[in-house]
């Protein structure tokens, strides 16, 4: 696949999200065939409109023939392997953090303000399971299946390995474009995810990498732990970096440590 193709079909995906969406919040919120009610679910529509669209680029441009009992099959996992997933998801969580702040970094070091939006968990409710839905479940399930089962491995076959794991990294940290902030860590966890597929050639470990990714953080929102409100704490000081210092290491350790399986 050449890169341009890669592109086209990631704003394709981002076209028929955004109609679907769309379609649904018309539904909803103008022609009221929804009883207010039940407008509390319109969180499900932001799930099926992300599957939909999947569905719709699987069906068109892959046709993907999957043996769900080999990829099941934990004979072909390594345990040690997981073990080293959650180190690298540890590490990425510390090393991403001060591209998350890069916000707060430039009033504190620009304009000399502190931090004080620090996030609070607002307590379990309907919208916030359809959250967890879709980040727990479909986001690792279906990106990482479009990103590196398909667009990694076709991109692969006209690129190299450097030019095919950047291009889909930065496809996969556009479609993450809520704010300018969630580009760089994505487009870091893209790299990251696209090295464990090239190396282990099983999607169940990208997968499972990116399901522990965005468990963790939703495990740090949720228990207000106030890790993130420590570190703001620090005010950007010489820990602070050290902090996402060890995180570049840790995670360099997982990557190198997981070895390359033979097809």
């Known amino acids: 696949m050449k890169v341009i193709k890669a592109i086209l079909l990631t704003l394709f995906f ?3 999200f955004s109609l679907t ?3 649904f919040g018309f539904v909803f919120f103008k022609a009221d065939l929804i009883p207010a009610y039940a407008q509390q679910h319109f969180g499900i529509t932001i799930i099926l409109s992300f599957i939909i669209s999947y569905l719709v680029l699987f069906r068109f441009f892959w046709k993907p023939t999957i043996d769900i009992k ?3 099959s934990f004979k072909k996992y390594n ?3 997981v073990l080293y997933l959650i180190l690298i998801v540890f590490g990425l969580q510390l090393l991403n953090k001060p591209f998350w702040d890069l916000g707060k970094i430039w009033n504190y070091f620009v304009h000399s303000e502190r931090a004080t939006d620090f996030k609070a968990f607002n307590g379990f409710n309907v919208a916030y399971y359809y959250r967890l839905l879709l980040i727990l479940i479909v986001s690792p399930f279906f990106e990482e ?3 590196r089962k398909f667009l990694l491995q076709k991109l692969l076959q006209k ?3 450097t030019v095919s794991i950047l291009v889909s990294s930065l496809c996969f940290s556009f479609i993450h474009i809520e704010t300018p902030f969630n580009l760089i860590p994505t487009f870091i966890f893209g790299i990251i995810s696209g090295l464990i597929f090239i190396k282990t050639k099983r999607i169940g470990f990208v997968i499972l990498a ?8 939703q495990i740090i929102y949720v228990s207000n732990v106030n890790f993130d409100n420590w570190l703001l704490s620090l005010n950007f000081n010489f820990t602070y970096w050290l902090l996402s210092l060890i995180g570049i290491v840790v ?5 190198k440590k997981i070895r390359v399986i033979p097809q």
């Open 14 to 16: 981002v076209f028929i």
């Open 21 to 23: 969406q769309a379609g």
């Open 145 to 147: 299946l479009f990103f």
């Open 70 to 72: 080999s990829v099941l």
């Open 251 to 255: 995670t360099y350790f997982g990557i």
């Open 79 to 81: 345990l040690k392997i």
């Open 210 to 217: 990116h399901f522990l990714y965005n468990l963790l953080d």
């Open 159 to 161: 690129n190299n390995v």
